[in-house]
């Protein structure tokens, strides 16, 4: 008896030794049976067209999703009833408040010297112009750099056009001159006392007359100008009309702005894991899009991957040990909302949030996966890796991971973090226009898509060991 008990106790010091030292200094490891199952998943996915369905279900069914717009509330019991439909174990919403921006009309044209109409689309949470339009003069620059260093007395009264032109880069590195254009211009533009705020549009098909529009950098309804971008063929006719030497009238007549605050939500639905239902695996995408097209690409796909994927861990036989949780998140275009209400919401539970990432980027082929992870779990980052390079995945192991767009912010909290990232070749040709509808998305790029998402979740939730969330983890670093 006296024996049982201290074999007994013996053990239980081995065991509470061994579970520590597991979790102080052990590297994280994927166990075989796991990555054995991962690569059932990630070959099962490359044939399975459930993120396809979804898609075109939401961009058919519900179409446009402005945030707050008419068909916010329609998209949330929308993904509500396919979570629950796919079987998903769990399912809600937390709320998510922002300022309600509407779009009602849009016009403009060359007044003078050679009048004709322009295409153009406002931008968000620019305001109304005055009834009959804002007729100025345009002032041009070619860069952002052009208008910092600008003399205020040249653009006092005026309309400030910037031009700089975006090419197609595979990780569709020249965002990073478009979209600095679109939110700060018109900030400094009316600081600077211009009437109203002009770009080319931040996009990549010299050829398009749709122009791309996307949130602008106001933040006080009382700094704002009217602001819109032009489709590109007809910044190159307003750049050829400049190019007379004659001053340039043009008339910009937008009936847009806020009319209030909106509480919307982010939706939740998760696959419940079996031993830790706890601690979970984050993926998703964004469930708002922009008006004019249907929101396929930005974010319909990453939507719609993050569901795939999780409905495939669902049918496995068993439960993965943690929980697999997916969030269609809220109002990202107007400044990630979804995103930080979530980080807000889960920060003190940050330690809980295993691994994340988030796809905002499109449906083409992921090409690459970088992390953001403690030391000891890169060894389990390259199991995840070498399951997901037959499908075409290079893990670049020098650079950060940072979640996607709205999982950043909790990425900011300290949750480890992929990238995943696709091939962004097209992406802004079609990004924020009405181009963006069903017909950009391969069926069997979004199929690779899902395969990685399904495999890669899988073995964060199955591995033994962490891969380093905790509060304030990772800090300094930018989330893509
Ligand atoms: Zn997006
Ligand atoms: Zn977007």
């Not at 075989?32 to 396809?52: F, G, N």
């Not at 007395?153 to 910037?162: D, E, L, P, T």
């Not at 070498?386 to 990425?411: C, E, F, N, R």
Request: aromatic letters at 6%.
């Amino acid at each position: 008896m006296r024996r049982l008990r201290l074999s007994l106790l013996a053990a239980s010091v081995v065991l509470a030794s061994s579970a520590s030292a597991f979790a102080a200094d052990a590297p994280t490891v994927i166990p075989a049976a796991a990555v054995h199952t991962a690569e059932q998943l990630r070959d099962k996915a490359m044939h399975d067209d459930t993120a396809y369905r979804i898609v075109e279900g939401l961009t058919t069914e519900i179409g446009p999703r402005l945030a707050g717009g008419p068909n916010d509330q329609r998209a949330r019991d929308w993904v509500v009833a396919k979570m629950k439909a796919l079987g998903f174990d769990k399912v809600y919403t937390e709320p998510v408040s922002y300022p309600l921006w509407e779009r009602r009309s849009e016009s403009g044209e060359i007044v003078a010297p050679f009048p004709q109409k322009l295409v153009l689309t406002a931008l968000g949470y620019s305001p109304a112009t005055p009834k009959g339009g804002l007729t100025a003069q345009v002032v041009a620059f070619p860069t952002l750099d052009a208008l910092k260093a600008a003399d205020p007395a040249s653009i006092k009264g005026r309309i400030v056009y910037v031009g700089a032109r975006m090419q197609r880069h595979k990780d569709g590195r020249d965002y990073g001159i478009g979209s600095p254009i679109r939110t700060q211009g018109p900030v400094i533009a009316q600081a600077k006392g211009a009437a109203g705020f002009l770009l080319r549009s931040a996009g990549t098909d010299p050829h398009s007359r749709a122009p791309h529009t996307g949130v602008t950098g106001f933040t006080d309804p009382a700094k704002t100008i009217p602001a819109a971008a032009l489709a590109e063929p007809d910044a190159d006719q307003l750049e050829r009309v400049l190019a007379h030497g004659q001053p340039v009238q043009v008339k910009m007549e937008l009936d847009c702005g806020i009319t209030g605050q909106y509480t919307g939500a982010n939706v939740i639905g998760e696959i419940t894991g079996r031993k830790y239902p706890k601690q979970v695996v984050d993926i998703g995408g964004h469930l708002d899009s922009w008006d004019p097209g249907t929101g396929a690409i930005d974010d319909g796909a990453g939507v719609a991957i993050a569901m795939g994927a999780a409905k495939l861990i669902h049918d496995l036989p068993q439960r993965p040990d943690r929980t697999v949780r997916v969030i269609a998140f809220a109002n990202e275009e107007m400044g990630l909302f979804g995103g930080r209400a979530y980080a807000d919401k889960h920060a003190a539970d940050v330690a809980n949030h295993v691994l994340g990432t988030e796809s905002d980027f499109g449906a083409g082929r992921i090409w690459r996966m970088s992390a953001s992870v403690k030391p000891g779990a890169r060894g389990a980052i390259e199991q995840i890796a070498k399951v997901l390079a037959p499908i075409g995945v290079a893990y670049d192991a020098d650079k950060p991971g940072g979640g996607g767009s709205d999982l950043s912010q909790m990425h900011a909290k300290g949750m480890a973090a992929l990238s995943l990232t696709q091939d962004g070749t097209y992406y802004f040709d079609w990004h924020h226009t009405s181009e963006d509808t069903l017909d950009k998305i391969d069926p069997a790029d979004l199929a690779q898509n899902v395969a990685v998402y399904a495999a890669y979740a899988y073995m964060a939730a199955q591995a033994k060991g962490d891969f380093g969330s905790a509060p304030g983890a990772f800090p300094g670093e930018q989330g893509e």
